[in-house]
């Protein structure tokens, strides 16, 4: 079963009133609903936000649907829509509209304490929306600003992320907004009197402090990613943060590393190397191994000088010095498609020879097709002037 203030089921309860006997503070509680009343009557802009945002999914939908941040922002535009269901002005103006006004009657009807639940029971379902979209449009610009930054559909990315940060602006604003009414209302709850059945189920109590219950000292740290990547740090605890002692403590740390390093090389000075000798036995050659060769006749010895004085040697190929890939030994065709095979190789092999490392994937692709379409080219003059003007648009002016 869901708690009362996530619960869609939860009824008000009737308008029931009670004569109050003890003091009370009417204009104090009528300034609180009447400032309430005058912010969420000036949320024009952020209903205008919320139609962009449902316009831009339906336009989008197919090409964005497997996009994470797309997801995300279909649950900004989920949890808008379910601000907009709350409507929580009507139900401030209700409860309202039975504060008596000041008039010369001595008697002074005030309305039940039910009355008062319920709108604290709103007020906390709209401080949760709130904070909803904050975090969701706060994962959800992460992976649209990651985009930007890769020039990968940025003039469709950029859309979306002013989108969010306006979003996330104003669910901040109205969140510090509904702290501060919370917190005004709920002293007011023991001033009241119960009349009829409680609609609240047993054992439930509202929290006293909305933001310890919202949990807002870390509002920062929700939608926040942890990555993979990321790698822990060793800070060394000598080193503080005070601004008088942040010198003293820097030489001091200096000073220490030095006199760790003496010491140690010190003591690498002094330590004996000891070094392992073995003996090891002389090979002494035998006098009845010695080879001494083989009688020739002078015909066969004739013969072999003549042979070794025509007969040409083997020589080893001089290697080949290794051209250099460069983008101006392009002239022809040929030669371009030369380039483009060696500079793909290049990038599959994340070689730091590339010349396009720079470039994005996308980027080399479109990059890479046009120079495919020069080569395909019919006439091939003037190519070398062609790729150098390609060269330099898509290429070098990315550096």
């Not at 029971?121 to 904070?131: D, E, G, S, T």
């Not at 917190?183 to 054992?203: A, R, V």
């Not at 870390?218 to 800070?235: L, M, R, S, T």
Request: charged content about 25%.
């Amino acid at each position: 079963m869901p708690l009362p203030w996530n619960s869609a089921t939860v009824l008000p309860p009737p308008v029931t009133m009670f004569l109050c006997v003890t003091k009370f503070d009417l204009p104090a509680l009528k300034q609180i609903t009447n400032n309430i009343i005058k912010v969420l009557s000036k949320q024009s802009p952020l209903h205008k936000e919320s139609a962009i945002c449902s316009r831009f999914l339906y336009k989008y939908d197919k090409k964005f649907r497997n996009d994470i941040g797309y997801r995300n922002l279909r649950k900004v535009n989920t949890a808008l829509r379910k601000y907009l269901a709350l409507n929580l002005l009507k139900e401030i103006e209700n409860f309202s509209s039975a504060l008596p006004t000041a008039g010369d009657d001595d008697d002074l009807y005030l309305p039940s304490r039910q009355m008062l639940q319920y709108v604290l029971l709103r007020i906390m379902a709209f401080a949760k929306i709130m904070v909803r979209i904050s975090t969701c449009s706060k994962q959800a610009a992460v992976f649209y600003l990651d985009r930007i930054k890769r020039a990968e559909s940025h003039w469709m990315s950029l859309l979306p992320y002013a989108l969010l940060s306006r979003l996330w602006s104003m669910s901040m604003v109205l969140l510090q907004h509904s702290t501060v009414w919370y917190s005004n209302l709920y002293p007011y709850l023991n001033k009241l009197q119960m009349k009829g059945l409680d609609f609240l189920p047993n054992n439930y109590e509202l929290p006293e402090d909305l933001d310890q219950w919202l949990d807002l000292k870390h509002i920062d740290e929700f939608g926040k990613f942890d990555w993979a990547q990321k790698k822990d740090i060793n800070i060394d605890n000598t080193l503080n943060d005070d601004d008088n002692d942040l010198l003293d403590n820097i030489l001091d740390y200096v000073n220490q590393n030095d006199d760790n390093e003496i010491e140690s090389q010190h003591e690498e000075e002094i330590k004996p190397i000891s070094v392992k000798t073995e003996e090891a036995p002389i090979a002494v050659p035998n006098i009845t191994e010695i080879d001494h060769g083989v009688a020739l006749s002078r015909e066969s010895f004739k013969l072999l000088l003549n042979t070794s004085k025509n007969g040409k040697q083997d020589q080893v190929p001089p290697p080949k010095k290794e051209r250099q890939h460069s983008y101006k030994t392009v002239t022809n065709s040929t030669s371009l498609k030369k380039f483009i095979e060696v500079e793909e190789n290049f990038r599959n092999e994340s070689d730091s020879k590339s010349l396009t490392s720079h470039l994005s994937l996308m980027q080399w692709h479109a990059l890479k097709n046009t120079l495919l379409k020069l080569c395909d080219t019919p006439t091939n003059r003037k190519i070398d002037k062609k790729f150098h003007k390609i060269w330099k648009q898509k290429c070098l002016d990315y550096m």
